[in-house]
């Protein structure tokens, strides 16, 4: 999505979609089918209820409460606001090295929380 400019994100992704179908079966590629019994055990986890999800996103915010700032800033910025590792350095001040180890570290940390608040 990133390499193209998508004004129409339903036509784009019908056109994508439709085309990648005719490559598979240009390359003769033989498709394994799931039976809709399978496919639906999966939906909880694939399609989270709005309940869940919710208490997704305040636990997350949550554990982002305890990062130390310098990794909240730098995390945020990264996954929230798609931004890239020069565009973070630029915009807090902090060397590329810091911003890497800032993100690294919030992530590591962001999933020792969940999983502790998961274990609850």
Not at 15 to 40: H, P
Not at 58 to 86: G, H, I, N, W
């Amino acid at each position: 999505v990133h390499q193209h400019e998508v004004k129409q994100f339903r036509s784009w992704l019908y056109v994508l979609s439709r085309n990648y179908c005719l490559m598979q079966l240009r390359a003769g590629k033989k498709m394994e089918t799931v039976g809709i019994d399978d496919f639906m055990e999966f939906a909880p986890v694939l399609h989270p209820d709005t309940e869940d999800r919710e208490q997704a996103m305040q636990a997350l915010e949550r554990c982002m409460e305890k990062l130390t700032p310098a990794q909240q800033q730098s995390v945020k910025l990264f996954y929230l606001d798609e931004k890239c590792y020069k565009e973070v350095a630029d915009e807090t001040g902090f060397s590329m090295n810091e911003v890497k180890s800032y993100i690294q570290n919030g992530k590591r940390n962001l999933k020792i929380c969940l999983e502790k608040n998961s274990e609850r």
